[in-house]
C-alpha cells in the first residue's frame, strides 16, 4: 500500500461502480479511510469487499442512499457525521442520464435532482464536517457536456415536464460547475477548497437507465471511451496532489486545470442558482462568505 493518504478521510459517492468506483480504490490502495456511498446494497457491499481485497485496506466502508431524493441525502449526511470524526475529501460523483426523463421523489426534474441538487445538498450538509479537517477538499465530477447547454434558464431546470433530456443531462453538469465556482467564492480564506473536473469519456454504464437507447449509447462510449482507471485519474488527483493544496474554483481536465464555458463565470447566474437550489432543497443557512 502507497501510504500517502494515512490518516484522511474521503467520501466517495456512487463509489459502487465506474469512475468513483477506481478513484474509491485507488485512494484506499493510498491509505485513506474510504465511505462509499451506493444505492444498492448488494452492489456496493460487493464493491467494498473488492477493494479491500485489492488494496489490503480493511478501512472502508459503506452508505446507503438513493441521492436523488432529498431526504435520503439527508439521512445519509447524518450517517456520515456520526460514523467518521470528519471529512478531508467529499468527492461528488454519483450522476446519471435519464433519456426519458423522470420525475423525483421530490417532484424535481430527475436528472437535475440527482446530478446538481444532490451534489448542492449533500456538500452543504457535510460543510462543517469538511471545517474539522485541517484542510479539505471538495470535488464536483462535472462533464465537457457543460460546454453546450443550449436553452439555459434556472427557472427550467427544476420542471419535470420539460422537453429535451439529453440537454437536461449538459445543463446540470454546467450547473456542476456554476455550483463549484459560487463555492468557491463563499469558502475564500477557509481550509476548504472546491474544485469541478471532466473524466473524460469513460467506458461505464452512465446510460445504464434508458433501456435500449442507453444500451446503444453505453455501446458508443465503450467504442470510443478511456477505461475507468483512466477515467478516475482527474479525481485521485485532485483528492490526493499537493500541487493542487489551496487551488479552489478550478475546472480540471487531465489533471491541469483549463476553462470551462463563459456562462460558468457569471457570478451573478452562479448565486442565483445558488439561492434556487437552498429554497429547493430548504437547505439552511448557506456557508459564511
Ligand atoms: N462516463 C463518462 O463518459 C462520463 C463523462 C463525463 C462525466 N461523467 C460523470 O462521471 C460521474 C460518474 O459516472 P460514471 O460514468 O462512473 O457512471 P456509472 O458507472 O454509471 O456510475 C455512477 C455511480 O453513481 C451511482 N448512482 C446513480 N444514480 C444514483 C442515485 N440515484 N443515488 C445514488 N447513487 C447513484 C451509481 O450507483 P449504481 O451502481 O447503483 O448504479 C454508480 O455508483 C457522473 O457524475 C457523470 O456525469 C461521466
Redesign the pocket.
Known amino acids: 500500500m502507497n501510504h500517502q493518504m494515512q490518516g484522511k478521510i474521503c467520501l466517495i ?9 477506481v478513484a474509491s480504490r485507488e485512494l484506499a490502495r493510498m491509505g485513506a479511510r474510504v465511505v462509499i ?4 446494497s448488494v ?1 456496493t457491499e460487493a464493491a467494498v469487499q473488492q477493494i479491500i481485497a485489492d488494496t489490503d485496506n480493511p478501512a472502508v466502508e459503506y452508505l446507503l ?4 431524493s432529498q431526504r435520503e441525502v439527508r439521512r445519509v449526511a447524518a450517517e456520515a457525521m456520526e460514523l467518521v470524526p470528519h471529512l478531508d475529501v467529499l468527492l461528488n ?4 442520464i435519464f433519456l426519458s426523463g423522470g420525475r423525483s421523489v421530490d417532484g424535481i426534474e430527475m436528472t437535475f435532482a ?2 446538481h441538487l444532490s451534489y448542492y445538498l449533500l456538500t452543504n450538509l457535510l460543510l462543517e464536517h469538511l471545517r474539522k479537517a485541517p484542510r479539505a477538499r471538495i470535488i464536483n ?5 457543460h460546454e453546450s447547454p443550449g436553452r439555459f434558464r434556472l427557472e427550467d431546470l427544476a420542471d419535470p415536464s420539460g422537453k429535451g433530456r439529453y440537454p437536461a443531462y449538459k445543463r446540470s ?1 454546467l450547473c456542476n460547475i456554476l455550483f463549484t465556482y459560487e463555492l468557491a467564492r463563499r469558502l475564500e480564506g477557509e481550509n476548504i477548497t472546491v474544485n469541478a473536473l ?5 467506458r ?3 446510460a ?1 437507465n434508458n433501456g435500449l437507447l442507453g444500451r446503444v449509447v453505453n455501446f458508443f ?1 465503450r467504442v470510443r ?1 478511456i477505461t ?1 482507471d483512466q ?1 478516475a485519474e482527474t479525481p485521485v488527483y485532485l483528492a490526493v496532489s499537493p500541487e493542487v493544496e489551496g487551488v479552489s474554483g478550478k475546472y480540471f481536465v487531465d489533471c491541469r486545470p483549463v476553462p470551462s464555458i463563459g456562462m460558468s463565470y457569471d457570478a451573478e447566474l452562479a448565486a442565483r442558482l445558488w439561492d434556487m437550489s437552498a429554497s429547493l432543497t430548504a437547505a439552511g443557512d448557506p456557508p459564511a462568505r
Open positions: 459517492t456512487g463509489g459502487s461502480d465506474g469512475i468513483g468506483y456511498v451506493g444505492r444498492n452492489k442512499a438513493d441521492l436523488s460523483n454519483a450522476g446519471a440527482l446530478n465530477v462535472s462533464s465537457c457536456a453538469k471532466h473524466p473524460g469519456l469513460v461505464t454504464n452512465i445504464r462510449i471511451g475507468p477515467g
